[in-house]
């Protein structure tokens, strides 16, 4: 299996949202908006939504 990723989510919206518009220009038919196959890949179980590290806000001293 590949290696497992973590991405904020708002960063992989903004990621996928730009190469959806890059295949969209290159004639490619994208049918849904970034969201929406946010949620099929979810929905599908080839992503997986988790919650924030605790140590996201520490300050470490």
Do not use: C, F, I
């Amino acid at each position: 299996m590949g290696e497992e990723k973590v991405v904020p989510a708002s960063v992989l919206l903004e990621k996928l949202q730009q190469e959806l518009q890059q295949l969209k220009g290159a004639g490619e038919d994208m049918a849904q908006s970034a969201p929406a196959y946010l949620t099929l890949w979810l929905s599908e179980g080839w992503l997986t939504r988790r919650l924030a590290s605790a140590k996201r806000g520490s300050s470490g001293t």
